[in-house]
Each structure stands twice: as C-alpha cells, then as structure tokens.
C-alpha cells in the first residue's frame, strides 16, 4: 500500500480490522460447532443401529419375496386348475382361473401353458406401476416337485406349467433401497470422520471464505478510502 497516504492506510486497516475480528472469531466457534455436531452423528451406536435397520427391511423384503414363491406353488399345487388345464375345457379353466384371482389378490397374471410353450388359459388384470413391483414365478402345474420340469427333456413338450405373476408392495422395495444408498452415503461420511477429512473440508472451507471476505474487506476500503484521500491531497495542495 506505498501508494497510499498514511491516512488512507489507517481507513484500510481500521476496515481490515473491523472485518477480521469477528470473522475470525465464526472461524474459531463454527470448528468448534462442527467437531461437537461431528462428533455427535458418528457415534459407534448411531453406525450399528443404522446396520440394523438396513438388515430388518433385507428381511422384509425377502420374507415378502419369499410369500410369492410360496403363494405361487399353492397355486401350481391347486389340483381343481390341474384337472380344469387338462381336461381341455376352456370355460372351466376360465373359471378357475378366475376363482384364483378372486382367492390370491397378489396376482396380477395367471397362465397355464405347455411345457413346449403353447398357452392353454391366461387371466390378467392391470398392474399399477407406482404401488406394485412385479415378481414372475414358473411352476409345474400339480407336480410333485415345485419346480417347473426341464422342457428340453425327451417326453416334457406337453407338460402343464403354471406361470404366476405376482405383485408386491413398491414402497418395501423401493424404502430399502434409499435405506441402502443412505447407509452407503453414511459410512463414507463417517470414514471421513474417522480420518480427520471432514472436519478438515469444513474448516478448509471456512478458511477460503474468511480469505474471501478479507480481500472484500480491503476492495471495498480501497474504493472508499481513495476519493475521499484525494480530494484531501488536493485540498492540501490549494491550501
């Protein structure tokens, strides 16, 4: 600042000072607030409670996936649909179809086809996008077993295989995923608590805008101080 006279420098530093005490003074308390805050969110416990609650909506979710299977093997399992597909009677296989969508309201689609891909009867109803997450399940239609026969076995071309698709709540679903993106965005956080990066950012970040706000300082009492120094010189100068 040599090319300021002694009383511009003063109004300078007078601004600078002004402005450095109190920003200074937020640095100090704002590393503070942050250590205490930090300190608080990324307790041991708060970690593990999270863990928890990611596991119990994991076996909600599979337990609900787990009832489709087995409501969808009750349904291959139904020795009326059995003898209704088989006996060749369109009308009777429509009308069991329609007691089972009447009796399992999860179904959103029903088909008994061959094993070589012919369809025998289909019974359908619209599927609501934003509340349900379809789930599709292949079943021999009265076997013995619950799994749908081999179709590329010698003799299993005509072979009853019930398709069941089924609905189950989005909101299980989708809850469990933003659970699970959170936890994933937790633990990097509290990794970066762990290793001092957080508090660092932070305080790094209070840092530039202190220097910011300094150099702001000494603009603006640069672009007040210099008119007024001036007309001061001059004045001088007159007198």
Request: charged content about 25%; aromatic content about 6%.
């Amino acid at each position: 600042m040599r090319f300021f006279g002694t009383t511009a420098r003063r109004v300078v530093y007078a601004i600078l000072l002004t402005a450095l005490i109190p920003l200074v003074a937020a640095l100090l308390i704002s590393r503070a607030l942050i250590a205490r805050v930090s300190d608080t969110a990324f307790q041991p416990e708060f970690g593990s409670r999270i863990e928890q609650a990611q596991g119990v909506y994991a076996d909600l979710v599979k337990v609900t996936k787990q009832a489709l299977k087995w409501e969808a093997q009750a349904i291959a399992a139904s020795e009326p649909l059995r003898l209704a597909a088989a006996s060749g009677e369109r009308a009777a296989l429509d009308r069991e179809l329609a007691r089972l969508f009447k009796a399992h309201p999860a179904l959103v689609e029903l088909r008994v086809e061959r094993c070589a891909g012919a369809l025998v009867g289909q019974r359908r109803r619209p599927v609501d996008v934003e509340r349900e997450r379809t789930s599709e399940v292949k079943r021999s239609l009265g076997g013995a077993d619950s799994e749908a026969p081999d179709c590329d076995a010698e003799g299993q071309g005509q072979a009853l295989v019930v398709v069941a698709v089924l609905g189950a709540p989005r909101a299980r679903f989708d809850e469990l995923e933003s659970l699970q993106a959170f936890v994933q965005a937790y633990k990097q956080l509290e990794r970066a608590h762990r290793d001092g990066k957080l508090q660092a950012t932070y305080v790094d970040a209070s840092a530039v805008l202190l220097a910011g706000t300094l150099l702001l300082a000494v603009g603006a009492g640069v672009l007040v101080v210099r008119p007024v120094t001036r007309r001061i010189a001059t004045r001088a100068a007159a007198t």
